[in-house]
């Protein structure tokens, strides 16, 4: 039994195992005599973690951390969110998974591939938790701003669950990352023989979607009830794939309503700024770089937000975006796309050059989701600037390499008075002997929210009425010392608080559309905020005269 706790990641607690635990459990002689509480335990990571330079090798250590001791790895995350998150996510995950063959070190989650057509309904019960309460899926095809990955997507299906536990509250137990193997269309890959994936061409059409139905249907049949997130699926795949279940299965896609609801929030904060409201939003000329899922995603949070909390004319809501693509503006003339139509331009020429439409249109308001980095150059961002002294510049591709522009560049090219937000992270800036803070659009505001209220009102389905009010609710959440320093979003430090008000938020959304299977509970907030994991130490053998570290919830 000793062993089997220690290899264990769930119930292992590394050098804080009482005397008491030690003889009971067979661990005597297993551990090193001294009992270091967990306080202790984090000391010690955090003096290591410190004198680690690279961010790859940060993250291996981390990662290592978890397989071993998952209660110590969440404390650790959730006590230093601002210092971590960007280690075990973007922008280091994006590394991991460009190298995640030649790290892989120990299974966690599941795989799921094309050879395995047919045999999915009996795969799922392979998996030991009787219960799970998440999972996040991909299939590799278009990961961050890297492109086709394969098999080594699973970096991300990690990285997103980890920030599911440490500050959404869901119980590591009831996690479970998903990657669907159908193989890759990278060259490097299939010609690489470390490559752990299937080294073949991707299933298209019929047979693709037939895996992701096979998918699909397994795991409900296994965990009724299970949030499925969609992760990093092309711009071909991942729309389709959403419109085909979100109305079956609780589920949404992070990449198209978790980043249409923090580009919201923060889009609403950015107006307030300039000393407005939310109901100035419909006055904004919003230029969004990216047509893809992602883009589409931004658009459709902002204009349905117009529409259904604002009582603006869908046709009216519409007219205030222009969509740009790596052609130039969508204009007539494009081959019909029915999930871009709506944002067609008749007033202006198809495929104009960004430049172009920032000086006809001039935009109040730049969003970038094109993975293309430097996209947003010095002759655009200072044309915005002519028109507008209080530009809205949102680059918010990822990793930070794809950022469309820089904070310091966008700053610079505009005397300091750019409101800004990127996908990545980027530090301080000092302009003129003022220090500038970018603010951060990361959807770990979001996804986890979302999640946790669709699990605990048992909701069954995620709907865009839930997705807009977590938007507009996490606007709300700032401090007024956040508010004063020019932040957008609240400080990634306080995400557990976040995520409460949130959280909170989608469930009222939920309860108002019928949706939840379960009476509104009298005091909403405290009911989310009980029913959050704490990563504690919890008494394995009882015995009231030993200190235990709390109970694990």
Known sequence: MGLDLLQNPLYNKGTSWPKTERDRLGLRGLVPPAVLDIELGEARVLKRLAKIQDPLEKYQYLISLQDRNETLFYRILMENMSEIAPIIYTPTVGQACLQFSSLYRRSRGMYFSSED?????????????PKVDVIVVTDGSRILGLGDLGVQGMGI????LSLYVAAGGIHPQRVLPVTIDVGTNNAKLLNDPLYIGLQQPRVRGDDYYAIIDEFMRAVNLRWPGVLVQFEDFENAHALPILEKYRY?????????????AVALAGVVSAIRARGGTKDDLPNERIVVCGAGSAGLGVTNSLAWTMVSELGIRAEEAFKQFYLVDMNGLLGQGRPPNPAQMRYIRSDLPD???LVEVIKKVKPTVLMGLTGQGGLFTEECIREMYKHCKRPIIFPLSNPTSHAEC?????????????????????PPVDYKGKTLYPSQGNNMYIFPAVGLAAILTKSRRVSYRMLNRAGLALSNTLTMEEINQ??????????RQ???????AVARAAFGEGLAGIKEPPDLEKFIENSMYLPEYAPIIYNPTEHHNGASK
């Open 117 to 129: 057509k047919g045999q999915m309904a009996a795969m799922v019960y392979n998996w030991p938790e």
């Open 157 to 160: 299906s990690i990285g997103k």
């Open 248 to 260: 079956k299965h609780l589920c949404f896609n992070d990449d198209i309503q978790g980043t249409g």
């Open 351 to 353: 495929n104009l050059p």
């Open 406 to 426: 820089t904070a310091e560049q966008a700053y610079e090219w505009t005397e300091g008075n750019a409101i800004f937000s990127s996908g990545s992270p980027f």
């Open 486 to 495: 020019g932040r957008l979003y609240p400080h990634i430090n306080r995400i």
């Open 498 to 504: 976040v995520t409460v008000e949130v959280a909170s």
